[in-house]
């Protein structure tokens, strides 16, 4: 059971009645942890979890004393908002590969899960520098930064991080929060997605599932930017005519669904649209006999790339592809590609997703933004975000969340 400020409160007021509540949670910190100052004007908070499982159940708003100067080589930041992508969700679950770490300065301060360490939530988000650390030469005060070391904990007001867990977003006063916010995983999968596997050229042609997601819907914007025309593939539904619309003003050449794609007239309508090119590069996110159709549309030396398994079900591939047409199949992460590559390739990539930003050829994803607000008790806050993860389990949102946690002043 997580122990919130006042339950710390009321333990510590009961050894020393005189005691404040400012006062007592203070001297805990200083006295237990250099991770905290001794201010009282302000206190911060975090959306932690101690145990994996439903996010709905195991979450909880804590709010704790602020942190303290940064050490050397790092900064103190500030965030401004965090999206919550379905890959945070399985984070929490436990189901995803990419593990977070536990942080020990909530139970030190006495305000984790009786004493225990815990997680805290959010792994993308922009924020902004508060203060320096010695040896810190590429920042400055009031810098926006995102996060390139996953699973940072971005669902909290403010945190100490290493200068190379982050990177600065150039331009950033020509950007929005929210486009901030949103620039290192999904724009930067297309962005990644469409430069390294095939050097693709005006007039190229690319085929890809999950059309509609928010990685799809880049991908068509990202690609039409450069010349490239796109097959995009999406479940049928209600209001197909209103998502085809929608992902032609975004730049998609074609879009299909995937029973279009299975009927005896698709393989002549394709080639009339390519005029017999072939389709040099494939993006899978779906998984399952979907993909398997989608394949049998790539040409000769063509590459599969597969960056999720929307479907839950197993990529199966015939091996005439393999045979007649050297097929080449790789899978994509672009967790693992921020690992792999230096500060200096990170910038260069933020730099170019930026500038298509600014460009407005990269438009700003739809959105609703989640605030907890700084009134809100711990108890109300907690209730308001596993509402919030309720109804994303139920897909009701139908839009990019993102989620702003005030301090307390």
């Not at 190379?164 to 916010?181: F, G, H, M, R």
Request: glycine fraction near 6%.
């Amino acid at each position: 059971m997580f122990f919130p400020p006042r339950a710390f409160v009321h333990s510590t007021l009961a050894r020393s009645a005189s005691a404040t509540r400012t006062t007592a949670v203070c001297l805990v910190a200083c006295r237990r942890s250099r991770l905290f100052t001794s201010s009282a004007a302000r206190a911060d908070r975090a959306l932690v979890y101690a145990e994996n499982g439903d996010p709905a159940k195991v979450l909880t708003v804590l709010t704790y004393p602020t942190i303290s100067a940064p050490p050397p080589n790092s900064v103190n930041v500030k965030f401004l908002l965090a999206p919550i992508n379905p890959a945070d969700i399985n984070v929490i679950e436990g189901v995803y590969p990419s593990k977070p770490t536990k942080t020990d300065a909530l139970a030190i301060a006495g305000l984790g899960s009786e004493g225990k360490p815990v997680f805290v939530g959010g792994n993308e988000g922009v924020a902004l520098v508060t203060a320096v650390g010695s040896g810190v030469k590429d920042l400055r005060v009031n810098d926006l930064v995102v996060m390139t070391k996953p699973q940072t904990g971005t669902w909290s007001t403010s945190k100490n991080v290493a200068i190379t867990d982050v990177v600065k977003i150039p331009d950033a006063e020509q950007l929005s929060e929210v486009q901030c916010a949103t620039i290192t995983v999904n724009p930067a999968t297309a962005y990644n997605m469409l430069t390294n596997f095939v050097e693709l050229h005006e007039g190229d042609w690319v085929i890809q599932n999950g059309a509609n997601s928010a990685v799809g819907q880049a991908v068509i914007q990202i690609a039409a930017s450069r010349g490239l025309k796109t097959i995009n593939l999406v479940r049928n539904r209600d209001n197909l005519d209103q998502l085809k619309n929608s992902l032609h003003s975004l730049g998609a050449t074609q879009v299909l669904t995937y029973d279009e794609l299975a009927e005896k007239s698709a393989r002549e309508k394709v080639k009339s649209w390519t005029q017999g090119k072939q389709i040099s590069l494939g993006l899978n996110c779906v998984g399952g006999k979907e993909t398997t159709l989608m394949a049998k549309f790539l040409g000769s030396n063509a590459h599969l790339v597969s960056y999720g398994a929307m479907s839950k079900q197993p990529l199966s591939l015939p091996t005439s592809l393999f045979i007649f047409k050297n097929l080449t199949a790789h899978g994509f992460w672009q967790t693992q590609w921020y690992n792999e590559k230096s500060p200096a390739e990170r910038e260069i990539l933020m730099g170019n997703i930026v500038n298509l930003m600014v460009q407005k050829k990269l438009k700003t994803p739809e959105h609703e933004v989640v605030t907890v607000e700084a009134e809100d008790s711990d108890d109300q806050a907690t209730e308001k975000m596993r509402a919030v993860m309720s109804k994303l389990a139920e897909g009701r949102f139908g839009k990019k969340v993102l989620l702003k946690i005030e301090d307390t002043e």
